[in-house]
């Protein structure tokens, strides 16, 4: 399983402007090293959804149609990519399969424990502390409340499972 192309560049969009407020396109695009196009795409997007809104003119840019203590993961994705669906089965609530199915079964619980996850983390969680000046860029590190990249156990190799 991997996040799409789109559902990552979203979530540096969104992250970008929880930290900045507001900004243009083409700021996001340099700070996060997305190609113009496609960051204008994610942002259309993203408008679309209601998780930023567009203003034109001397002021205008891009920024989170509600705080970032309100705008979870799942609605960013979701907004780029639809609603979140291990299976088919599972997000039309219909079967071909011999009922009851062990497999729709284990694929519904899966779904449901990742969008229960995805709805705990909340853009201020994952965004870094803001810049102490415009001047000074911001640098990644590990948020609060979550758990380290080095912390997460490793997969398994191929054939150990």
Request: proline letters at 9%.
């Amino acid at each position: 399983m991997e996040i799409s192309s789109q559902a990552h560049m979203a979530l540096r969009v969104v992250l970008d402007l929880a930290i900045h407020d507001q900004a243009r396109i083409k700021e996001i695009s340099r700070r996060q090293g997305i190609p113009l196009a496609y960051a204008a795409k994610i942002v259309q997007a993203l408008a679309r959804g209601g998780i930023v809104t567009t203003s034109r003119g001397v002021h205008g840019g891009v920024r989170l149609a509600r705080p970032a203590a309100r705008t979870t993961l799942r609605q960013v994705i979701e907004a780029v990519e639809g609603p979140v669906a291990f299976n088919r089965c599972v997000r039309w609530e219909q079967c071909a399969c011999e009922q009851p199915c062990p497999v729709r079964l284990v694929l519904s619980l899966l779904q449901n424990t990742v969008i229960n996850f995805l709805d705990s983390i909340t853009l201020d969680t994952m965004a870094p502390a803001r810049p102490a000046s415009p001047e000074r860029p911001v640098r990644g590190g590990s948020a609060p409340g979550l758990p380290s990249v080095v912390d997460a156990p490793a997969a398994p190799s191929p054939g150990t499972v």
